[in-house]
C-alpha cells in the first residue's frame, strides 16, 4: 500500500536494539568518565542483551510498532519515559535476584534510563521521520461520504504519509457524464500521480477501464482502491465503502487448522493458568458483593455466539440485578458502588475464563452481544450478523482500537463504528495479531484505560 510501509516496524526494532546498544556503551563511559575497555562493555552487553529482547515486548505493548499514525507525536516522550520505567524496572528484578551474570548496577541503570530514553527518543521522532521519503505525491479522491472526508483529513495533516490530496470528487453529486471530463483535468492541472477511488461505486464502475488504462500507460499514475487505502489507514473497514462481494472475497468460516490450532492452545494454556491465578481474588470479590447489598455472587446471561448459537456466560455480578433478554432494552438496573470498582480493573469478567477452556468463548474475538441486542442491531447495522461467524471473545480488535464501545445499551452508531473493527479482525485474524490484541489488552487494564 502506497500510504506505510511494512518493513516500517522491522526498521523501528533494528533501530531500538542499535541504540539500546549505544545507549549503554555512553552509560559506561559517564559511570566513569573514562572509555570503557572491550572487556568491561562485554560483560555487560551479554545480559543487557537478555533483557533488550524483553524492553523489546515492552515497546510492543506500549504500541511503539504498531503503526505511527495511531501514536501521536506529542504523546511520544510520555509513552517512551513509561516504557523506559518499566524497563528498567525489570532490568533491576533481573540482576538483583538473579545474580549469575556478577553486575549489580544499581547507578548504571539510573544513568541508562536517562540515556537510552534520549537515544530513543531522538531515534524515534527525527532520525526515523528522516529516513521516510520527504517527497509528496498529489493525490485525487473520486468517492462521497464521511469517511472520505475523514480519510481526507488524515492523510493532509499528517506530514507522516507521502500523500497529500490536491482534489476530491464527490461521486454522488458529480453528473456522471461528466465525470471523465473532470476526473482527466484535474489530472492534468493537478500533476496528480495517485488516484484514490471507490471502486465498487455505480457512478465508478464504467470509469474504471479507463482509469486502470492510464495506469498502466502512465508509469507516473497509480489507481488505489479506496476502501482498501482507508482500512490500511484505520485499521477498520470502511462500511460505506463495503458489499456482498467483498465479503465473499474477504471474509470466510472455513477452517485454518494451523491456525485453530494455536489459538485454541492459547486459550486452554492461558485460561486455565488464568483461572488459577485469579481465584486469589474471589474470596474478597464474594465477601465485597455481599457487604455491598447482599445479593447474588454470579449472573449467568445469554449471549449469542458462533453460528448464532445461544451461549451462558458467567461473570461476577455488577449490577443492581441481572438483565436477561429482552429486559437489556427496558433495564433499569443500576451498577453497585463494588460492581464499579469491578468493571474499572475488569476483575467482573474473571469468571468467564471458564467459558473460554469449555470453548464457548476465546480469548480472541468479537465480543458476545445479548440477543435483545444482536435483534435491534441485525436491523440496524449493515453486515452485523457476520461477526457471529467465529467463535466470540473475551476481548478483541474493537475493544482495544474503538473508543466509543457501546456497553449495556442499545448505540446503533457507536455499533457501526464497532463492526467496522470486527470485520477488520475478521478479515486479518492470526495467531500473531491475537497475541497482539491480549498484549494491548494487558495494557488497557493496567492502565485502567477503556470501559
Given at each position: 500500500?502506497?500510504?506505510k510501509?511494512?518493513?516500517?516496524?522491522i526498521?523501528?526494532?533494528?533501530?531500538?536494539l542499535?541504540?539500546?546498544?549505544g545507549?549503554?556503551?555512553?552509560?559506561?563511559?559517564?559511570r566513569?568518565?573514562?572509555?570503557?575497555s572491550?572487556?568491561?562493555?562485554?560483560?555487560?552487553?551479554?545480559?543487557?542483551?537478555?533483557?533488550f529482547?524483553?524492553?523489546v515486548?515492552?515497546?510492543a505493548?506500549?504500541?511503539?510498532?504498531?503503526?505511527?499514525?495511531?501514536?501521536?507525536k506529542?504523546?511520544?516522550?510520555?509513552?517512551?519515559?513509561?516504557?523506559?520505567?518499566?524497563?528498567?524496572?525489570?532490568?533491576?528484578?533481573?540482576?538483583?535476584?538473579?545474580?549469575?551474570f556478577?553486575?549489580?548496577?544499581?547507578?548504571?541503570?539510573?544513568?541508562?534510563?536517562?540515556?537510552?530514553?534520549?537515544?530513543?527518543?531522538?531515534?524515534r521522532?527525527?532520525?526515523f521521520?528522516?529516513i521516510?521519503?520527504?517527497?509528496k505525491?498529489?493525490a485525487?479522491?473520486?468517492?462521497?461520504?464521511?469517511?472520505?472526508?475523514e480519510?481526507?483529513?488524515e492523510i493532509n495533516?499528517n506530514?507522516?504519509?507521502?500523500?497529500?490530496?490536491?482534489?476530491?470528487?464527490?461521486v454522488?453529486?458529480?453528473d456522471?457524464?461528466?465525470?471523465?471530463?473532470?476526473?482527466?483535468?484535474i489530472?492534468e492541472?493537478?500533476?496528480?500521480?495517485?488516484?484514490?477511488?471507490?471502486t465498487?461505486?455505480?457512478?465508478?464502475?464504467p470509469?474504471?477501464?479507463?482509469?486502470?488504462?492510464?495506469?498502466?500507460?502512465?508509469?507516473?499514475?497509480?489507481?488505489?482502491?479506496?476502501?482498501?487505502m482507508?482500512?490500511?489507514?484505520?485499521d477498520?473497514?470502511?462500511?460505506?465503502?463495503?458489499?456482498?462481494?467483498w465479503?465473499?472475497?474477504n471474509?470466510?468460516?472455513?477452517?485454518?487448522?494451523?491456525?485453530?490450532?494455536?489459538?485454541?492452545f492459547?486459550?486452554?494454556?492461558l485460561?486455565?493458568?488464568?483461572g488459577?491465578?485469579?481465584?486469589?481474588?474471589?474470596?474478597f470479590v464474594i465477601?465485597?458483593?455481599?457487604l455491598?447489598?447482599?445479593?447474588?455472587?454470579f449472573?449467568?446471561?445469554?449471549?449469542?455466539?458462533r453460528?448464532?448459537?445461544?451461549?451462558?456466560?458467567?461473570?461476577?455480578?455488577t449490577m443492581?440485578?441481572?438483565d436477561k433478554?429482552?429486559?437489556?432494552?427496558?433495564?433499569k438496573?443500576?451498577?453497585?458502588?463494588?460492581?464499579?470498582v469491578?468493571?474499572?480493573?475488569?476483575?467482573?469478567?474473571?469468571?468467564?475464563?471458564?467459558?473460554?477452556?469449555f470453548g464457548d468463548?476465546?480469548?480472541?474475538?468479537p465480543?458476545?452481544?445479548l440477543?435483545?441486542?444482536?435483534?435491534?442491531?441485525?436491523?440496524?447495522v449493515?453486515?452485523?450478523?457476520v461477526?457471529?461467524?467465529?467463535?466470540?471473545?473475551?476481548?478483541?480488535?474493537?475493544?482495544?482500537?474503538?473508543k466509543?464501545?457501546?456497553?449495556?445499551?442499545?448505540?446503533?452508531?457507536a455499533?457501526?463504528?464497532?463492526?467496522?473493527?470486527?470485520?477488520?479482525?475478521?478479515?486479518?485474524?492470526?495467531?500473531?495479531?491475537?497475541?497482539y490484541i491480549?498484549?494491548?489488552t494487558?495494557?488497557?487494564v493496567?492502565?485502567?484505560?477503556g470501559s
Amino acid at each position: 500500500m502506497i500510504v506505510k510501509s511494512k518493513k516500517e516496524p522491522i526498521v523501528l526494532l533494528f533501530g531500538d536494539l542499535l541504540f539500546f546498544t549505544g545507549a549503554l556503551w555512553l552509560t559506561l563511559f559517564f559511570r566513569r568518565f573514562e572509555l570503557p575497555s572491550m572487556d568491561v562493555f562485554y560483560n555487560h552487553l551479554i545480559p543487557f542483551s537478555f533483557l533488550f529482547l524483553v524492553w523489546v515486548l515492552v515497546f510492543a505493548i506500549a504500541g511503539l510498532y504498531a503503526k505511527q499514525t495511531t501514536l501521536l507525536k506529542n504523546k511520544l516522550t510520555e509513552v517512551i519515559l513509561k516504557a523506559q520505567v518499566a524497563n528498567i524496572g525489570i532490568a533491576a528484578i533481573f540482576f538483583f535476584f538473579i545474580p549469575y551474570f556478577g553486575i549489580t548496577p544499581k547507578t548504571t541503570l539510573f544513568i541508562y534510563l536517562g540515556v537510552s530514553s534520549v537515544f530513543i527518543y531522538i531515534w524515534r521522532v527525527y532520525l526515523f521521520s528522516q529516513i521516510r521519503s520527504r517527497r509528496k505525491n498529489a493525490a485525487l479522491v473520486i468517492g462521497s461520504g464521511d469517511e472520505v472526508d475523514e480519510l481526507i483529513a488524515e492523510i493532509n495533516k499528517n506530514p507522516k504519509y507521502p500523500l497529500r490530496f490536491v482534489a476530491a470528487i464527490d461521486v454522488e453529486i458529480v453528473d456522471p457524464l461528466l465525470l471523465e471530463k473532470e476526473i482527466f483535468g484535474i489530472i492534468e492541472r493537478g500533476r496528480v500521480s495517485v488516484v484514490v477511488v471507490d471502486t465498487n461505486h455505480e457512478n465508478v464502475l464504467p470509469l474504471l477501464p479507463i482509469l486502470y488504462d492510464l495506469s498502466l500507460l502512465q508509469v507516473k499514475l497509480s489507481v488505489v482502491d479506496l476502501g482498501n487505502m482507508y482500512e490500511d489507514i484505520f485499521d477498520r473497514v470502511p462500511l460505506s465503502f463495503l458489499r456482498h462481494t467483498w465479503l465473499l472475497e474477504n471474509i470466510s468460516a472455513s477452517p485454518k487448522p494451523v491456525y485453530d490450532f494455536l489459538k485454541r492452545f492459547m486459550d486452554i494454556i492461558l485460561s486455565l493458568l488464568g483461572g488459577v491465578l485469579s481465584l486469589v481474588f474471589y474470596p474478597f470479590v464474594i465477601l465485597a458483593i455481599k457487604l455491598d447489598d447482599g445479593g447474588s455472587v454470579f449472573i449467568f446471561q445469554e449471549r449469542v455466539g458462533r453460528n448464532n448459537r445461544l451461549i451462558n456466560i458467567v461473570k461476577f455480578r455488577t449490577m443492581s440485578g441481572s438483565d436477561k433478554g429482552d429486559e437489556v432494552l427496558k433495564s433499569k438496573h443500576v451498577v453497585t458502588r463494588v460492581g464499579k470498582v469491578l468493571r474499572k480493573f475488569r476483575i467482573d469478567e474473571l469468571p468467564q475464563l471458564s467459558n473460554v477452556l469449555f470453548g464457548d468463548l476465546s480469548l480472541v474475538g468479537p465480543r458476545p452481544e445479548l440477543p435483545a441486542l444482536v435483534s435491534a442491531y441485525n436491523r440496524e447495522v449493515p453486515y452485523y450478523n457476520v461477526r457471529h461467524a467465529i467463535i466470540p471473545g473475551l476481548t478483541g480488535w474493537a475493544q482495544v482500537r474503538h473508543k466509543e464501545d457501546p456497553h449495556h445499551g442499545t448505540d446503533v452508531e457507536a455499533t457501526k463504528d464497532k463492526i467496522s473493527y470486527d470485520l477488520h479482525y475478521l478479515k486479518e485474524r492470526s495467531f500473531l495479531l491475537d497475541i497482539y490484541i491480549v498484549l494491548q489488552t494487558i495494557k488497557i487494564v493496567i492502565t485502567r484505560n477503556g470501559s
